[in-house]
Nanobody
Framework: QVQLVESGGGLVQPGGSLRLSCAASGTAFSINTMGWYRQAPGKEREWVAF???????NYADSVKGRFTISRDNAKNTVYLQMNSLRPEDTAVYYC??????????WGQGTQVTVSS
């Protein structure tokens, strides 16, 4: 019943910024640990960031200092603010929700392309 829909992807120049959104439905959003992952063609899916129900955050070393994950429980939405984007950030970005039961749910992804 949990459904996640990502949005906000697109084409951006190196050094630019982009803000991704993930809207959740069919779940008590506030109790979910939310995460962002990404996958480039030919590569394995890579964890990017997570934020717990209590607001604890963590980031992959590759994005630390450049990306910020946040959540708005009133809107059932999690965000990923991406700054100082690099070509190697190009990937499909996926939203993930982990329920207290440890079940995970995935969105369909949104394409982020960093290119001049």
């Amino acid at each position: 019943q949990v459904q996640l829909v990502e949005s906000g992807g697109g084409l951006v120049q190196p050094g630019g910024s982009l803000r991704l959104s993930c809207a959740a439905s069919g779940t008590a959003f506030s109790i979910n640990t939310m995460g962002w992952y990404r996958q480039a063609p030919g590569k394995e899916r890579e964890w990017v960031a997570f934020i717990s129900s209590g607001g604890i955050t963590n980031y992959a070393d590759s994005v630390k200092g450049r990306f910020t994950i946040s959540r708005d429980n009133a809107k059932n939405t999690v965000y990923l603010q991406m700054n100082s984007l690099r070509p190697e950030d190009t990937a499909v970005y996926y939203c993930n929700a982990r329920r207290p039961s440890l079940e995970r749910y995935w969105g369909q992804g949104t394409q982020v392309t960093v290119s001049s």
